[in-house]
């Protein structure tokens, strides 16, 4: 494969810009992904550029998105339609009595759907949006809360989708045996300082002790749609069933399959049971607004799958192993944890891939730091804390994309107000792996 060097770094740079100057980022990403394109192939690009489409249309993970993404776009539909969601609202008013008690309760739930990042961003968002529209919370305070839980307690509890892939990890280089991946990833709990760090920012701004300042300051609150709630009777309780039982399923489904998909094809069924019978939808109105839904979802998918094509021309052009290779190498061993901690995060937010940019990591970082003789415990931490951190920071990244459409944000509103907020965690958690690389290495 022909080596790009710095010229690896354009695309993504291309993007940043694009994204700032237009806030379209499904455009910044597929002008980004062309550049790319016409480094590698030159004027045969467009030939290229069909092969990449088939090639992203055709994976696992594009196909599992496209699919639960609909899904989910198509329940949110019906929870509205059913009063569910202003059922719930009204049911937990005496909760979210003001502004701060909304934020706390935002961050409470996100914690509790702690077993898919997709099913806390998509289901608090979608919750909590009423409460914070009639208290004056401005939208942009819960995609920020949102996305600081999701992601975090998912990598702080070894049964969500976050742990066991993580888990995965530590048995793919070797740090641990299949029988040994879940007490091993235990261990690594107290070294992961990202996700515990956001998770505690979410709290301090959530509750106010910690200021959200900056431009979050300036974030204008909704006007709270239709007539104020009243403390919930009989009436509002009934409808909250119909948007807390359906969300009980599917966390107890995903919990006992570890596939969320289950839980969502059951859970359309159970809403078909629940809705039909109370006189809420015909059938006819339940199906097209299952269809509404998933097409309301459409961009959202398109910007996501621009990411992934993204992310494969960033892999052929070189761009995470020029990356690697220009800090691997001379790093003292006390400081390899920061490094990699910085190197994966700024990795990770520019190819708008988490995942997959720690499953490359893993492989090239740990044999350095067993070389070096750095503590394999910490910088193994610090690669997973960096994949929470760029997950939380890449405003073009599905985790932020879904985050934004719940709670009815702009992408390039998020990166705005709140990734000048999310800096905090982010260099308390760089000066926290470098203290401990010091003090342990």
Request: glycine share 10%.
């Amino acid at each position: 494969m022909e080596a790009f060097g710095p010229l690896s770094l354009l695309p993504v740079a291309v993007v940043i810009l694009l994204a700032l100057l237009t806030r379209r980022a499904a455009l910044a990403l597929i002008t980004g992904t062309l550049v790319g394109l016409l480094l590698l192939h030159g004027l045969e690009f467009p030939q290229a550029g069909i092969a990449l489409l088939y090639d992203v249309l055709s994976s696992d993970l594009a196909i599992w998105c496209v699919v639960v993404g609909s899904l989910f776009g198509g329940l949110t539909t019906l929870f509205r339609a059913s009063g569910g969601v202003n059922g719930f609202s009204a049911f937990t008013e005496p909760l979210c009595s003001n502004g701060r008690r909304t934020l706390l309760a935002t961050w409470l739930m996100g914690v509790v759907l702690f077993i898919d990042d997709w099913l806390c961003l998509l289901t608090t968002g979608t919750a909590m949006g009423p409460a914070a529209d009639r208290n004056r919370v401005p939208r942009e305070k819960l995609a920020l809360l949102i996305t600081v839980t999701g992601a975090s307690i998912g990598t702080l509890v070894p049964v969500s989708s976050w742990g066991m892939f993580m888990s995965g990890q530590l048995v793919s280089v070797g740090l641990a045996s299949a029988q040994e991946s879940f007490s091993a990833y235990l261990s690594l709990l107290p070294v992961l300082f990202y996700p515990i760090l956001a998770l505690l920012c979410g709290l301090l701004w959530a509750a106010g002790i910690l200021p959200m300042a900056g431009p979050m300051r300036r974030a204008v609150p909704r006007e709270a749609a239709g007539a104020p709630c009243h403390p919930a009777g009989k009436g509002e309780k009934a409808a909250a069933l119909n948007f807390l039982l359906p969300i009980a399923l599917i966390t107890l489904l995903t919990i006992v399959t570890h596939d969320i998909l289950y839980g969502l094809f059951a859970c359309l069924l159970l809403c078909a049971v629940l809705y039909l019978p109370q006189r809420k939808l015909s059938p006819r109105q339940y199906l097209d607004l299952l269809l509404a839904g998933s097409q309301e979802m459409l961009g959202l998918l398109l910007i996501i799958l621009s990411a992934f094509a993204l992310r494969d021309v960033n892999a052929q052009l070189g761009m995470p192993d020029f990356v690697i290779s220009l800090v691997k190498g001379g790093i003292p061993p006390a400081f390899l944890p920061g490094a990699a901690f910085a190197v994966v995060t700024l990795l990770g937010f520019a190819a708008g891939n988490f995942w997959g940019i720690c499953a490359i990591a893993f492989p090239v970082i740990l044999p350095v730091a067993q070389a070096l003789g750095a503590d394999l415990t910490l910088t193994a931490g610090a690669i997973i804390s960096a994949t929470v951190a760029s997950s939380n920071l890449c405003f073009f990244g599905s985790e932020v994309l879904v985050a934004c459409k719940a709670t009815q944000v702009n992408n390039i509103r998020y990166a705005q107000t709140a990734l000048p907020l999310l800096l905090l965690p982010v260099f308390l958690t760089l000066l926290c792996y470098l203290a401990a690389g010091k003090l342990w290495g």
